[in-house]
């Protein structure tokens, strides 16, 4: 069973655009969630996080939008950079346990 | 800067031939978890420790698999007999405290089993 689900799968956007990543929870539990960036043959870094009581996280060019109601979240990279090419990972983890859940990936491409 | 460190990067293994693989967390996280990525992206837990007590593992790491972080010497994780299925990135993160899902992975150990 996948707790924590992205679409889509793969996403090309121009170099400049706004990319949205989208992630969804099924654990009522869940309340942090951390999003990675994966080159290849790397390990995953972690890009930003947001508690489940916040509805908004924001870093530079990098977007969380959450919403507890719906269990749903998105990542918003804007001005989006080829070197942001990466798979991303949405994850989440239920307070008072270490264990993070992962979804799929989202394979980003952004094209100069 | 402190992070992360896994080594050897790349190792291949015979079925039945034992893997190992070390990891350095980053200096001052005394918690420490075992990751399995495998090619279709899927991450499995597979053991965490807080300094050198195991925290939580699954039931797969107690049979073929095993895994330490002594003091004062890098973090473990052995594969005693290796099989195909075992092919995956084996990820390293530490974390700064317990109950956080605040992780910071290495680079990972890509293991090829033959």
């Known amino acids: 069973q996948q707790q924590v689900r992205q679409s889509p799968q793969s996403l090309t956007v121009w170099e400049g655009e706004t990319a949205i990543l989208n992630c969804s929870y099924e654990?009522?539990?869940?309340?942090?969630f951390p999003w990675y960036q994966q080159f290849p043959g790397e390990g995953p870094a972690l890009l930003i996080s947001i508690l489940s009581v916040s509805n908004k996280k924001e870093d530079g060019r990098f977007t969380i939008f959450f919403n507890k109601r719906e269990k749903k979240l998105s990542l918003h990279i804007a001005d989006s950079q080829p070197g942001d090419s990466a798979t991303y990972f949405c994850a989440a983890n239920p307070g008072g346990n270490n264990k993070l859940t992962f979804g799929q990936g989202t394979v980003l491409s952004v094209i100069p | 800067n402190s992070k992360v460190i896994q080594t050897p990067r790349y190792l291949v293994k015979g079925q039945g031939q034992k893997a190992k693989m070390r990891c350095i967390p980053e200096k001052g996280h005394p918690v420490v978890f075992w990751y399995q990525q495998n090619k279709n992206n899927e991450f499995k837990f597979l053991i965490n420790f807080q300094n050198q007590e195991v925290l939580q593992q699954i039931d797969m790491t107690e049979k073929r698999f095993s895994a330490e972080c002594p003091s004062n010497s890098p973090c473990s994780l052995e594969i005693q007999s290796s099989e195909a299925g075992d092919s995956a990135l084996y990820l390293c993160a530490s974390s700064h405290r317990a109950n956080t899902g605040q992780l910071y992975f290495g680079e990972g150990s890509k293991l090829t089993v033959l």
């Open positions: 654990n009522s539990a869940f309340d942090y």
